[in-house]
């Protein structure tokens, strides 16, 4: 009897684990365009720490372009982002770095044009 509670109970609390445990997904960037220097704030869905562990700027290329942003803020649907001095000019995508095992890198369908010069 005790064992036929039990399953029901342990299939439950699975699947509640699994609907918490969603793919990070960014939905939009402010401001869209900036400069070296400049504060961008991405907003989308499970992109807090236990979901994001680091967050790039990319060409698409061959990574060698690639920029990791410091994160100033993080929470569940948005991440505060300062634009490196590093990063390259042009139109770049935002990539995430999971916490899942294994880590994926994932490139996100928004995108920061990044001008030249720096932030004043």
Request: charged residues 20%; glycine residues 10%.
């Given at each position: ?43 989308g869905e ?64 928004v995108k ?9």
């Amino acid at each position: 009897m005790k064992l036929s509670l039990l399953v029901p109970l342990l299939l439950a609390a699975g699947i509640a684990a699994h609907a918490q445990g969603g793919n990070p997904r960014m939905t939009s960037v402010d401001p869209d365009t900036g400069k070296r220097g400049d504060i961008v704030t991405v907003t989308g869905e499970n992109l807090d720490k236990a979901h994001v562990a680091k967050l790039y700027l990319t060409d698409g290329g061959d990574g060698k372009n690639d920029a990791e942003v410091q994160m100033l803020e993080q929470t569940a649907t948005s991440i505060k982002f300062k634009i490196p001095a590093k990063a390259i000019s042009g139109r770049l995508a935002l990539m995430i770095l999971t916490t899942s095992k294994p880590q994926q890198l994932i490139e996100q369908p928004v995108k920061v044009t990044i001008e030249d010069g720096t932030a004043q």
